[in-house]
């Protein structure tokens, strides 16, 4: 695929209104559109009373990555993933880490188009474990994640969805038939949070990792960015881990990562390693088995230690992997089962990021 023949492609998803409108059924803000308008992602647009999904087939870059970097550490270590994302976003957080990309438009930042095939193809020859739809949010392309999901399971390779989770139940069930894995974002347990900083709302995205977790067969894993003064409390972090043990059990591994700032909290001071390190004790203390720090150099914080007998299981200095003590998915010291997705051996990726251009494949 070019952009000389690229053609719009009819989303799903959406239904025509009565009075000449179209409701986009996506994501929980069902926004209405007018013939020509676009939606709040910007990249989903009512032409004549069809809905277009103007990044279909095109993205902003193709990179290489360890799968350490999505995070996810407990399927497949060491494996690279080729990663991908396009432009636009469904929530709008003041605190965006790849505004970039999440706030460009559709003309923006297309750098390089693929089709599905190609994406699988791709990553097969490369030597990929698994592709990643990441660096904005899947969900706004959320019909070109499957198409492409399909194509590489033909290929046996794995799709990992990295989101914020905002999509509605009905868009979720048939968005996530086609993942393998999935890091959500859980910005902050806050109603309050979501709508003053990210322009959302919390309730869809916990309804949406109670799915995950009780009907599909995805390995998850968590994310939350903790920014100091805003989602850092003791408190709030207490109430976010009691909800995760009792909802979703206590093998989901939870990664609290550094802020930086950027976008519109250009002025609230970066995380602390010692914020992180309080709030991986917390999460700890009261029985959530894999708790990791991010975006900090932190051996300890960043490696897995096994549950039962505390083992060093999988070693990580950023995404680079050291010791490794399991055999398949058990400890090797206590033969304890380890929650996730592995390989006899651990891939060999080591931490390298590696762009590329995929016009080699077509």
Sequence with gaps: MSNHDYKPYIGRFWHRLDNGKIQCDLCPR??????GQRGFCFVRKNDEEKMILTTYGRSSGFCVDPIEKKPLNHFYPGTSIL??????????????????????????????????????????EMGCRSVAFTYNDPVIFAEYAIDIAVECHKLDIKTVAVTAGYITLDAGKEFF????AANIDLKAFSNDFYQKLCLGKLDPVLDILKYIKNKTDVWIELTTLLIPNYNDSKQEIKEMVKWILYELGPDVPLHFTAFHPDFKLRSTPPTSGKLLSDAREIALSSGIRYVFTGNVHDIAGGSS??????????????????QYALDGSRCSNCNADIPGKFDDSPGNWDGKRAPVRLSNYR
């Design 177 to 180: 038939e086609y993942m393998d």
């Design 30 to 35: 069902f926004c209405r559109l007018n013939d």
């Design 83 to 124: 990663s991908f994302g396009t432009a636009g976003c469904n929530l709008g957080c003041k605190f965006c880490q790849n505004w970039h990309m999440s706030k460009s438009r559709e003309t923006d930042r297309h750098t390089d188009t693929a089709s599905p095939g190609t994406i699988a193809r791709a990553a097969k």
């Design 305 to 322: 230690f096994c549950h039962e007998c505390g083992n060093l299981l999988i070693e990580r200095n950023w995404f680079h992997l050291g």
